[in-house]
């Protein structure tokens, strides 16, 4: 069921919608109108422009972070890779299908539930996102989405911030190959994953994924997610193998930023080396 809230920015509010609702007020002279929306499908429009279609996948990126590690979330992250490798290739009209799909079984329809804050200080308004599904800030006609618990400030008269940019891996290098030796129970470590600061950001949210589940066709295994304050995650000791691993940047004023570019290690036991004596020495 959708629901809408729209904001003026001289006014601050709480509403919790759970039924249709549209919350209207004109902006004073030169103040940014912002909307918050959740709804059922991603924004479209007719004519599956690159932007709309970027949109829809941004919306769904958004959906999936929230979602819980399940065959549905599982099933949107195909369908939200085909969408990426049809925007990659221009074709948005196929891009959008295919993200309104992963938003779709993300967002199974439902009675919208969902609270967001204003708060104006002055000439600035900050949105607050508290519960429910992802939404849609809005602002002189940028968008910024948000998970539960993010926020956006809008200084009076602009625009929404741009997001922070995507954190850079640094250690290890891609495709490092680990060899180390087990501990009791079988297991390989310690690795320490680290990243370049970001402007403005104020937490780095680090997810890992093992691969070799996905490259033998078994059921994927569960990502490993942490929020960190500093710039480097400590992994527990894993199972040998070969892993993927992307961080996002948080800032309070700027949102999210797009995860970084994948970075993949591979963690192998250290061989046992064995001396044997022989009549004419020692032999390894």
């Not at 549209?22 to 924004?43: D, F, K, M, N, Y």
């Not at 590690?69 to 221009?90: G, M, N, Q, S, T």
């Amino acid at each position: 069921m959708k629901a809408a809230l729209w904001l003026s920015a001289w006014m601050g509010l709480t509403v919790v919608p759970s039924a249709p609702a549209v919350v209207e007020r004109g902006p004073s002279e030169g103040s940014p109108l912002l909307a918050a929306t959740t709804s059922a499908s991603p924004p479209k429009s007719p004519g599956a422009e690159p932007q709309t279609a970027r949109k829809a996948m941004e919306m769904s990126r958004a959906a999936l972070k929230a979602a819980p590690d399940d065959a549905r979330r599982r099933e949107a992250e195909v369908r939200l890779k085909d969408a990426e490798a049809h925007f990659r290739e221009a074709r948005y009209a196929d891009a959008l299908h295919k993200a309104d799909e992963a938003w779709a079984l993300l967002n199974p329809p439902q009675p919208s539930n969902f609270t967001v804050e204003v708060d104006h200080d002055g000439g600035t308004t900050t949105v607050t996102h508290r519960q429910g599904p992802p939404v849609t800030v809005e602002a002189q006609h940028a968008t910024r989405i948000l998970a539960r618990g993010e926020s956006v400030r809008v200084q009076q008269g602009t625009v929404l911030p741009e997001p922070p940019t995507a954190p850079q891996p640094l250690q290890p290098t891609d495709k490092f190959r680990f060899t180390l030796k087990p501990t009791a129970a079988g297991l390989l470590g310690p690795v320490t994953l680290t990243w370049a600061s970001v402007e403005g950001a104020t937490r780095y949210e680090v997810e890992v994924v093992p691969e070799a589940a996905a490259e033998a066709g078994a059921e994927p295994a569960a990502p490993m997610r942490a929020v960190m304050g500093a710039r480097q995650w400590a992994l527990p000791a894993l199972p040998a193998g070969r892993y993927r691993w992307t961080v996002t940047a948080v800032s309070p004023d700027q949102g999210r930023s797009v995860p970084s570019a994948p970075r993949r290690f591979e963690l192998a036991a250290d061989a046992l080396e064995l001396n044997v004596k022989v009549k004419d020495g020692w032999q390894k």
